[in-house]
């Protein structure tokens, strides 16, 4: 079956600029999450929606980070006033019940550069 | 918070050999430890993984190892072949916690 889909897979904007980032979840997945990679680390969680949700939104860096979830399905992760230092590569995931054992299938990631 | 340490960061190995990579953590409330392999240009993808009630697990050359007493977790890599060359992490999840805490990734290369 289809996983998680994620568009755009490239963004480049000026600073200053607003984006947004969309996420498709596997079918039938409550659980959503969203995490940041910067060049040559792990990536770092941001957020995670239980249906339509946000149930822990701790990693968040400031309020111009913002994502919504409204249908318990796609997810669009928000970046108002970009920086340089948000350029990244923005991944999401998703996990059937969002337990602390379930399995999270990540997509292909959006590599977002703020110029 | 809690806090993972991947090692090596890099590791080379000849076409056949096995390759072994070591995370360690802090937190003992950690109870589900999965491994995951992100290609170039891709997303991570889970290749095995291990719940804190089980000691090890394999799947044909890949299995991991779990020590929760001196809180360490291994992936094994058996007759390593050019398409396993990629980064792997380790990551973890705390107890009622939904969030993977990822280990800073090990670049694997394999040399035919």
């Known amino acids: 079956g289809a996983g998680v889909s994620q568009t755009p897979s490239n963004k480049v904007t000026e600073k200053g600029k607003y984006v947004e980032l969309r996420c498709d979840p596997i079918s039938g997945h409550t659980a959503l999450y969203w995490y940041r990679q910067s060049l040559g680390q792990g990536p770092e969680f941001l957020i995670y929606?239980?249906?339509?949700?946000?149930?822990?939104d701790s990693g968040l860096p400031n309020d111009r980070f913002f994502a919504v979830r409204p249908e318990g399905s796609v997810s669009t992760l928000k970046i108002q006033r970009t920086e340089r230092g948000d350029s990244a590569v923005y991944l999401c995931a998703s996990s059937l019940l969002g337990s602390d054992t379930d399995t999270q299938y990540f997509g292909p990631g959006t590599r977002l550069t703020v110029l | 918070g809690e806090n993972v340490e991947q090692h090596p960061s890099t590791l080379s190995v000849q076409e056949g050999d096995s390759a072994v990579i070591k995370c360690t953590y802090s937190d003992s409330a950690s109870n589900y430890f999965p491994w995951y392999k992100q290609e170039l240009g891709k997303g991570p993808q889970l290749i095995i993984d291990?719940?804190?009630?089980?000691g090890e697990k394999k799947d044909q050359r890949i299995a991991v190892t779990l020590n929760k007493t001196a809180k360490h977790f291994s992936l094994h890599i058996t007759e390593t072949q050019p398409e396993d060359s990629a980064v792997y992490f380790c990551?973890?999840?705390?107890?009622?916690?939904?969030?993977?805490?990822f280990g800073s990734g090990t670049r694997l290369l394999v040399r035919p």
């Open positions: 929606f239980q249906g339509t949700g946000a149930a822990d």
């Open positions: 291990i719940r804190s009630n089980v």
């Open positions: 990551a973890l999840k705390g107890d009622s916690s939904y969030k993977l805490i």
